[in-house]
Nanobody
C-alpha cells in the first residue's frame, strides 16, 4: 500500500504562482510514476504532469512552459511548481502514484482569480 499526503494549493491571482507538494509513504519501492491530475467542476479528471522514477517527464499541453514537476526519490516526494496561473487552472489537484495500481492523494483546491 502507498499513502499520499498533499500540501499547498489555495487562492492566487491570475499570473501568480503556487507550489503543490506530495509525500509518499508505505510500499515506496513499488512506485514507478508520480504526478498530478486535476479535476474542474463538471469536467473529467485530467493529467497535468507526471515523472517516472528515471526522470522522464510528461506535461499536458495546457501547462507546458508554465508548470514544472519535479521529484525527490530520496525523500519520496513530488512537487508541482505552477507559474503564470490562469483562471482556467482552477481545479482540485490530485497527487498520483502508479505501481501495479493507481494511488491518489486526498486532493487540494487551487483557485485562480481573474
Amino acid at each position: 500500500q502507498v499513502q499520499l499526503v498533499e500540501s499547498g494549493g489555495g487562492l492566487v491571482q491570475a499570473g501568480g504562482s503556487l507550489r503543490l507538494s506530495c509525500a509518499a509513504s508505505g510500499t515506496i519501492v513499488s512506485i514507478n510514476v508520480m504526478g498530478w491530475y486535476r479535476q474542474a467542476p463538471g469536467k473529467q479528471r485530467e493529467l497535468v504532469a507526471d515523472i517516472s522514477s528515471g526522470g522522464s517527464t510528461n506535461y499536458a499541453d495546457s501547462v507546458k512552459g508554465r508548470f514544472l514537476n519535479f521529484r525527490d526519490n530520496v525523500k519520496n516526494t513530488v512537487s508541482l511548481q505552477m507559474n503564470s496561473l490562469e483562471p482556467e487552472d482552477k481545479a482540485v489537484y490530485y497527487c498520483n502514484a502508479k505501481s501495479w495500481r493507481n494511488y491518489w492523494g486526498q486532493g487540494t483546491q487551487v483557485t485562480v482569480s481573474s
